[in-house]
């Protein structure tokens, strides 16, 4: 384990001006304790997923099957630090573990693909998705469409834009070796092909303390659904993942049948983009669309006969294009099938010392990672908005105000045996993998709250000079504060979702809850 030395912590290196890179640069600064912040960020924009990225308009022919046998390692040809050769860059979604299913479902994505699509609304209100300083313009849309999100997150970035180095992909994070430079992190670094084509423009850089916040939704999760692999192989077309999903067009197509004129859709599913995109693909394929789930989130809108409600999905059998589902139903003429099953952690920077194998395969959960931020043996390597399931822009806030009060010596902490002790409990509890990080509403709240307590333990700002010059604001830059009103507004997101989409083209006039007929009263809900 390294220990933190706050009065050696004074360089931080951010991954990533999402909107968790974008707060956490604001924490940190807030401290007044750090001489280097450095934001880099492989997109020419901030705003990480909620960048819009069009399919290309010729698509790119499917690649041909990959095997980890004929594909290097994605670390192997990386030098050292002191190297002056070009290391290759690692990436998540390295040859070494793609599949067929894999390599189909992302052939034609466009270069830093992101999973939003078309018409997207957010499933938060505005005003309980926002950060606690900055809210949305007073005339905003309840429910605000992605483009609304992006305009207010870079007007959010235009006081740390300074700190960031946009088009700079980071390939590789690892332990620097003890040397003159002391303890921390080597960061190497390469301008990505956003701005340059051009190979070899790399270099290493030396940081105390790195912050991963290159978000979640980056890579597809595909189910471990037999006959998948082979489905893909003989209708490469009619796969999709809704990573790749932009719009219902691509279900409109003509039908395998030549007398049938529309797509027979299935969706496999329960999510919120799940139930989103069922209710735009269900307007054009061919009624009704079939929609198989383990469990349904609360999100999901009743179709009526548009949609057919089907249990998990347990084999497709390609040769005849049939699905079988867990109560032994049986669909068949499957034209085009839509995976709505998430998205895989990828934390490529680290193959060169942590497996990325393990990741891939056992899920996050095998990052030790302590109240879901720290790694307990390199407690100056942290992490944002890890869970899921969560109200993020707040929940990245209050994780950042933690982290920036452990590493500027506010906060302590605790042992690594507890630490270590904390991190079995969860997993004992919840399991190995996605499951260990969930944090299902309220559990969200319970977990900001938390570290807002947490944060009011540290020092007071500037107690620890000699004299004491104590800052103005004594706590420093504090995270939301969830009231019962706050807590209210969690726990009836998704009704709210769902009666705002019920209003249909009404919905974009729609700009307080009290209009859907919601009203806070205390400790409940009234319906009018």
């Known amino acids: 384990m390294s220990p933190i030395h706050p009065e050696s912590i004074k360089t931080v290196a951010i991954i990533g001006a999402g909107p968790s890179g974008l707060t956490a640069a604001k924490y940190l600064l807030s401290e007044s304790h750090f001489t280097t912040i450095k934001i880099f960020e492989k997109r020419a924009t901030v705003g990480g997923v909620w960048n819009y990225t069009p399919l290309p308009s010729s698509p790119k022919p499917l690649p041909p099957s990959l095997t980890p046998s004929s594909t290097p ?32 479902v992302t052939a034609h994505l466009p270069h830093l693909n992101t999973p939003m699509y078309q018409s997207l609304e957010t499933n938060l209100p505005h005003m309980l998705m926002q950060f606690s300083d900055t809210p949305f313009p007073s005339q905003t849309q309840l429910f605000p469409s ?34 003159s430079t002391g303890a921390g992190w080597d960061v190497t670094l390469t301008k990505s092909v956003v ?5 070899g423009s790399i270099r290493t850089e030396h940081f105390d303390a790195v912050l991963v916040a290159n978000g979640h939704c980056n890579w597809p999760l595909l189910p471990p659904i ?3 692999e082979e489905w893909a192989r003989m209708y490469p077309d009619s796969l999709h993942h809704s990573m790749s999903y932009k719009n219902p067009d691509a279900f409109t197509n003509k039908s395998h049948r030549s007398d049938q004129p529309l797509q027979r859709t299935l969706l496999v599913g329960g999510g919120p983009s799940g139930a989103d995109i069922s209710t735009q693909i269900s307007k054009t394929c061919k009624p009704p669309l079939l929609v198989s789930t383990q469990s349904k989130s609360p999100y999901h809108l009743p179709l009526g006969d548009r ?24 669909e068949h003429d499957i034209d ?15 193959e060169s010392w942590y497996p990325p194998a393990e990741v891939r395969e056992k899920g996050v959960g095998i990052l030790p990672l302590y109240k879901h931020i720290f790694h307990i043996r390199h407690p100056t390597l942290a992490f944002l908005e890890v869970p899921e399931m969560i109200v993020p822009f707040p929940l990245a806030e209050a994780q950042a105000a933690v982290v920036a009060r452990v590493w500027s010596g506010r906060l ?34 319970r977990y900001m709250k ?38 209210w507004l969690r726990t009836q997101a998704a009704e709210m979702r769902k009666a705002f989409v019920r209003r249909g083209e009404e919905r974009h006039e729609i700009r307080g809850y009290e209009e859907l007929g919601f009203v806070f009263e205390g400790e409940g809900i009234h319906r009018q």
């Open 73 to 104: 390692s994605p670390t192997s040809s990386l030098p050292s630090s002191d190297s002056s050769t070009p290391p290759r860059t690692p990436s998540g979604d390295d040859a070494s573990h793609k599949t067929t299913a894999i390599n189909t």
């Open 336 to 350: 085009s099938i839509i995976l709505c099953t998430g998205y895989s952690y990828q934390y490529p920077f680290l």
């Open 195 to 199: 701005e340059s084509s051009v190979a």
């Open 412 to 445: 302590t902490l605790p042992p690594y045996e507890e630490m270590g002790k904390w991190v079995e409990d969860v997993r004992t509890a919840k399991g190995e993998g996605r499951s260990m990080h969930a944090l299902k509403p309220p559990q969200d709240v």
């Open 307 to 330: 949609a057919v409600d089907l249990p998990a999905l347990v084999s497709l059998s390609p040769e005849s294009r049939t699905a079988i589902f867990s109560n032994g139903q049986v």
């Open 450 to 487: 938390d570290m807002g307590y947490w944060c009011c333990k540290a020092t007071m700002l500037g107690a620890e000079q000699d004299p004491p010059t104590l800052d103005p604001s004594t706590q420093g830059k504090m995270p939301r504060e969830w009231d019962e009103r706050m807590w």
């Open 146 to 179: 992605q483009e609304v999100v992006m305009r207010y997150l870079e007007g959010y970035a235009d006081e740390i834009r300074h700190l960031i180095q946009f088009c700079t992909e980071v390939v590789d994070v690892r332990p620097a070796e003890e040397s």
């Open 226 to 228: 037999k006959g998948l």
